[in-house]
Protein backbone atom coordinates (compact mmCIF):
# COMPACT_ATOMS: atom_id res chain seq x y z
CA UNK A 1 0.00 0.00 0.00
CA UNK A 2 2.55 2.27 0.72
CA UNK A 3 4.47 2.11 -2.60
CA UNK A 4 1.26 2.59 -4.33
CA UNK A 5 1.07 6.00 -2.35
CA UNK A 6 4.33 6.67 -3.71
CA UNK A 7 3.75 5.89 -7.14
CA UNK A 8 0.68 8.41 -6.93
CA UNK A 9 2.47 11.11 -5.84
CA UNK A 10 5.49 10.85 -8.47
CA UNK A 11 2.79 10.26 -10.97
CA UNK A 12 1.20 13.31 -9.98
CA UNK A 13 4.04 15.56 -11.00
CA UNK A 14 3.82 17.99 -7.55
CA UNK A 15 6.49 20.38 -8.18
CA UNK A 16 7.95 19.69 -4.84
CA UNK A 17 7.79 16.17 -2.67
CA UNK A 18 9.76 14.37 -0.18
CA UNK A 19 8.80 10.95 0.69
CA UNK A 20 9.92 9.91 3.83
CA UNK A 21 9.89 6.07 4.86
CA UNK A 22 10.33 5.51 8.10
CA UNK A 23 10.91 1.46 9.01
CA UNK A 24 9.19 -0.15 12.01
CA UNK A 25 8.46 1.81 15.01
CA UNK A 26 9.78 1.41 18.10
CA UNK A 27 6.15 2.27 19.82
CA UNK A 28 5.23 -1.05 17.85
CA UNK A 29 7.33 -3.16 20.31
CA UNK A 30 5.08 -2.53 23.46
CA UNK A 31 1.89 -2.96 21.83
CA UNK A 32 -0.09 -6.13 21.99
CA UNK A 33 0.70 -7.02 18.77
CA UNK A 34 3.97 -8.32 20.46
CA UNK A 35 4.75 -7.29 24.03
CA UNK A 36 1.92 -9.48 26.41
CA UNK A 37 3.27 -9.51 29.84
CA UNK A 38 6.82 -9.95 30.58
CA UNK A 39 7.09 -11.44 27.18
CA UNK A 40 7.48 -10.33 23.65
CA UNK A 41 5.97 -12.70 20.42
CA UNK A 42 6.66 -12.31 17.06
CA UNK A 43 6.97 -14.67 14.09
CA UNK A 44 10.31 -12.87 13.63
CA UNK A 45 13.33 -15.36 13.46
CA UNK A 46 15.08 -14.37 17.07
CA UNK A 47 18.97 -13.21 15.54
CA UNK A 48 16.80 -11.09 12.63
CA UNK A 49 17.74 -7.95 12.69
CA UNK A 50 15.07 -5.40 12.75
CA UNK A 51 15.89 -1.98 12.24
CA UNK A 52 13.31 0.78 14.06
CA UNK A 53 13.03 4.68 14.48
CA UNK A 54 11.05 6.05 17.46
CA UNK A 55 8.14 8.02 16.15
CA UNK A 56 9.19 11.62 17.59
CA UNK A 57 12.12 11.08 14.81
CA UNK A 58 9.78 10.92 12.38
CA UNK A 59 8.83 14.64 13.14
CA UNK A 60 12.09 15.66 12.64
CA UNK A 61 12.48 14.34 9.06
CA UNK A 62 9.19 15.46 8.64
CA UNK A 63 9.74 18.98 9.73
CA UNK A 64 12.93 18.80 7.82
CA UNK A 65 11.50 17.98 4.76
CA UNK A 66 9.19 21.41 4.36
CA UNK A 67 12.65 23.61 6.24
CA UNK A 68 14.78 22.26 3.69
CA UNK A 69 12.24 21.63 0.58
CA UNK A 70 14.42 23.22 -1.79
CA UNK A 71 17.29 20.86 -1.21
CA UNK A 72 15.76 17.73 -0.57
CA UNK A 73 13.00 18.09 -3.46
CA UNK A 74 12.23 14.53 -4.79
CA UNK A 75 14.05 12.54 -2.61
CA UNK A 76 12.88 9.55 -0.99
CA UNK A 77 14.78 9.04 2.34
CA UNK A 78 14.20 5.60 4.19
CA UNK A 79 14.46 6.93 8.09
CA UNK A 80 15.68 4.25 11.15
CA UNK A 81 17.52 5.15 14.28
CA UNK A 82 18.75 1.81 15.48
CA UNK A 83 19.55 -2.07 13.94
CA UNK A 84 18.50 -4.62 16.54
CA UNK A 85 17.95 -8.69 16.36
CA UNK A 86 14.90 -9.54 18.82
CA UNK A 87 16.60 -11.10 21.46
CA UNK A 88 18.60 -7.78 22.04
CA UNK A 89 15.26 -5.49 21.30
CA UNK A 90 13.57 -7.65 24.08
CA UNK A 91 17.04 -7.54 26.29
CA UNK A 92 17.01 -4.06 25.93
CA UNK A 93 13.24 -2.98 26.44
CA UNK A 94 13.55 -5.26 29.85
CA UNK A 95 16.86 -2.62 31.14
CA UNK A 96 14.65 0.17 30.24
CA UNK A 97 11.37 -1.19 31.52
CA UNK A 98 13.27 -2.55 34.71
CA UNK A 99 12.38 -6.00 34.53
CA UNK A 100 13.28 -9.27 32.59
CA UNK A 101 11.91 -9.37 29.08
CA UNK A 102 11.90 -12.70 27.02
CA UNK A 103 11.72 -12.85 23.43
CA UNK A 104 9.67 -15.68 22.20
CA UNK A 105 9.26 -16.92 18.17
CA UNK A 106 5.79 -17.87 17.42
CA UNK A 107 5.07 -20.12 14.25
CA UNK A 108 3.95 -17.60 11.30
CA UNK A 109 0.72 -19.40 10.94
CA UNK A 110 -0.36 -18.36 14.07
CA UNK A 111 -0.23 -14.75 13.27
CA UNK A 112 -1.45 -15.48 9.66
CA UNK A 113 -4.80 -16.52 12.05
CA UNK A 114 -5.30 -12.94 13.28
CA UNK A 115 -3.78 -10.92 10.11
CA UNK A 116 -2.96 -12.07 6.73
CA UNK A 117 -1.91 -8.31 6.43
CA UNK A 118 0.42 -8.81 9.58
CA UNK A 119 1.89 -11.86 8.19
CA UNK A 120 2.59 -10.20 4.97
CA UNK A 121 4.39 -7.64 7.16
CA UNK A 122 6.83 -10.19 9.03
CA UNK A 123 7.39 -12.33 6.03
CA UNK A 124 8.94 -8.92 4.36
CA UNK A 125 11.06 -7.76 7.39
CA UNK A 126 12.80 -11.14 6.70
CA UNK A 127 12.63 -11.81 3.24
CA UNK A 128 13.63 -8.21 2.63
CA UNK A 129 14.11 -6.05 5.15
CA UNK A 130 14.95 -2.47 5.54
CA UNK A 131 18.14 -0.65 4.74
CA UNK A 132 18.46 2.64 6.40
CA UNK A 133 21.89 3.95 6.15
CA UNK A 134 22.02 5.39 10.17
CA UNK A 135 25.14 6.94 9.95
CA UNK A 136 24.27 8.51 6.82
CA UNK A 137 21.51 10.31 7.91
CA UNK A 138 23.06 11.58 11.42
CA UNK A 139 25.72 13.03 9.37
CA UNK A 140 23.54 14.58 6.52
CA UNK A 141 20.94 16.25 8.48
CA UNK A 142 23.14 16.93 11.91
CA UNK A 143 20.55 14.96 13.98
CA UNK A 144 21.34 11.25 16.20
CA UNK A 145 18.34 9.48 15.73
CA UNK A 146 17.10 7.81 18.86
CA UNK A 147 18.66 4.26 19.69
CA UNK A 148 16.24 2.13 21.02
CA UNK A 149 18.01 1.73 24.69
CA UNK A 150 17.20 5.25 24.93
CA UNK A 151 13.81 5.24 23.88
CA UNK A 152 13.16 1.74 26.03
CA UNK A 153 14.64 4.09 29.42
CA UNK A 154 11.76 6.33 29.00
CA UNK A 155 9.23 3.31 28.81
CA UNK A 156 9.67 2.81 32.62
CA UNK A 157 6.56 2.33 34.49
CA UNK A 158 4.34 0.71 32.05
Do not use: C
Not at 68 to 97: F, K, P, V
Not at 128 to 146: C, H, M, N, R, S
Amino acid sequence: NKWRVEETVRALGFPSHVILRPVFFMENVVSPWFLNGDTIYSALKPDMVLQMIAVKDIGFFGARAFTDAARLNRREIDIAGDALTMTQTAAQLGAGLGRTITYVQIPMAEVRKNSEDFALMLEWFERVGYEADIPALAKEFGFQPTTFAAWAAGQRGR
